[in-house]
């Protein structure tokens, strides 16, 4: 059984350029979860999928949007990147309704914005 | 609004000791209470999970205990090793309808051989 998969694992833009990082969910899970991790700080919860539907929101601006397919894959897509954006972008998956079970999380996207 | 709070942020001990690692949450209508570790620079990996049901969870040498109405858990190490340093995360799942983890910043332990 394959965990989260998350690509790319790093990766540097410039301000103002548009990101799409992408998050392959464990099997069987059909809730996807995305969260932004500043150094030093605890993840922030960006928005959340289930049955490709966003089933839920954090204190993030509109340009972060984000995508789950049919097989349940993710994607995370931020506009006009800014210097704050820099972080390691989380996802999770969970199986079952989005308010049970466990959550998994994927080894991260590290963005850097120059 | 959830808020989560873990003390110390920074632990250091000697290999062998057992420990208590705290966390405290604000708003006691959770759905879990879940322990993660961090390595530097890596995702997270989820350590137990504790139902709003449940009292306390146990895996190995690691025991996490829940109490919903003073808003606290606690992780207790037994025996710390090495490989146990790490950055330990709790998060609290709430919310209606948005389902959310709410995390704390965290406290990096550091087992000393």
């Known amino acids: 059984e394959t965990g989260v998969t998350q690509s790319p694992t790093h990766l540097i833009k410039t301000r103002g350029q548009q990101v799409t990082l992408r998050c392959s969910s464990q099997s069987g899970h059909n809730t996807v979860s995305w969260y932004q991790q500043a150094l030093g700080q605890g993840p922030q919860f960006i928005f959340q999928y289930y049955r490709e539907e966003e089933n839920g929101r954090g204190n993030f601006p509109p340009r972060f949007s984000g995508l789950q397919f049919p097989n349940y894959s993710s994607e995370l897509n931020v506009n006009a990147l800014e210097l704050d954006d820099s972080a390691l972008y989380l996802c999770?998956?969970?199986?079952?309704?989005?308010?049970?079970?466990?959550?998994?999380f994927g080894e991260g996207s590290r963005l850097t914005v120059l | 609004k959830q808020e989560v709070t873990q003390i110390p942020a920074a632990l250091s001990v000697p290999e062998g000791e057992n420990l208590v690692l705290n966390c405290s949450f604000t708003d006691s209508a959770i759905y879990n209470l879940q322990w993660f570790r961090q390595d530097p620079g890596k995702g997270l990996t989820s350590l137990l999970l504790?139902?709003?049901?449940?009292r306390e969870q146990t895996s190995g040498r690691l025991n996490a205990s829940l109490d919903k109405s003073s808003g606290r858990s606690t992780l207790y190490i037994a025996a710390s090793q090495p490989g146990d340093s790490a950055t330990y995360l709790c998060a609290a799942l709430s919310g209606a309808g948005s389902y959310q983890l709410t995390f704390g910043k965290g406290t990096k332990l550091s087992v000393i051989p």
């Open positions: 999770a998956s969970s199986p079952g309704p989005p308010n049970t079970g466990e959550l998994f």
């Open positions: 504790i139902q709003s049901s449940q």
